[in-house]
């Protein structure tokens, strides 16, 4: 299973708000097929048991952000491919908080 956390800055917008591009950016991977999100206060994390959608996920919500007339955007990810186990990032999570006392 493949994790990736991906935050993305458009760049020179108008305010310093960028939550209308996050959420189109967002939008732009809904509907994709073997792709799980969650949007957390810095980032989404992306997850699939395929690279290659990661990849097309991450392009596409880049994409999206230039397309509403930004011409700048910096994109940062971060990425766990696990192969020993085929844990859900909710499970992932799950075993941190056991960890906490």
Do not use: C
């Amino acid at each position: 299973m493949i994790q990736a956390e991906i935050s993305i800055y458009p760049m020179a917008t108008r305010t310093t708000s960028a939550s209308f591009y996050i959420a189109k950016a967002i939008e732009a991977i809904q509907k994709m097929e073997n792709l799980r999100y969650e949007i957390n206060s810095m980032g989404t994390i992306l997850e699939s048991d395929n690279m290659d959608v990661i990849n097309l996920a991450t392009k596409q919500m880049m994409e999206t952000v230039h397309n509403l007339g930004i011409a700048r955007v910096e994109v940062i990810i971060k990425i766990d491919s696990r192969r020993d186990k085929h844990l859900k990032m909710e499970e992932k999570l799950d075993s941190i908080k056991k960890q906490i006392s």
